[in-house]
């Protein structure tokens, strides 16, 4: 079965950078599209960022778009998240998720795993 285990969330700094990791197993990671979801207090789970299988290429959501950069490592079967220039609004509980298909979908319902979450939060 596919397990996704993210790590490297942290307290930074506002202008500060961070990295994601989501270590894959049961599948490899380039197999399936791969993507990151956050969701802070009070708000619904909001899409952050995808890769397609194979080919490898990414989708951002607008809010993050510039600062945020997706990538997977193959032979290591993790996915990262690069962030950077960290706004306080970045603040959430991160989740990799993945599904059983090329391409990937602004919508976590239609992901077939999920990680455990990693918290991020950016102080001003």
């Known amino acids: 079965q596919v397990q996704l285990v993210e790590s490297g969330g942290d307290s930074v700094q506002a202008g500060g950078s961070l990295r994601l990791s989501c270590a894959t197993s049961g599948a490899r990671a380039i197999s399936m599209c791969m993507a990151w979801f956050r969701q802070a207090p009070g708000k619904e789970r909001e899409f952050v960022s995808g890769i397609e299988a194979l080919v490898g290429r990414a989708s951002y959501a607008d809010s993050v778009k510039g600062r945020f950069t997706i990538a997977r490592d193959n032979a290591k079967d993790t996915l990262y998240l690069q962030m950077n220039s960290v706004k306080a609004e970045d603040t959430a509980m991160y989740y990799c998720?993945?599904?059983?298909?090329?391409?990937?979908?602004?919508?976590?319902?239609?992901?077939?795993?999920w990680g455990q979450g990693t918290q991020v939060t950016v102080s001003s």
């Open positions: 998720a993945a599904r059983s298909n090329r391409y990937c979908s602004i919508y976590g319902a239609q992901y077939n795993y």
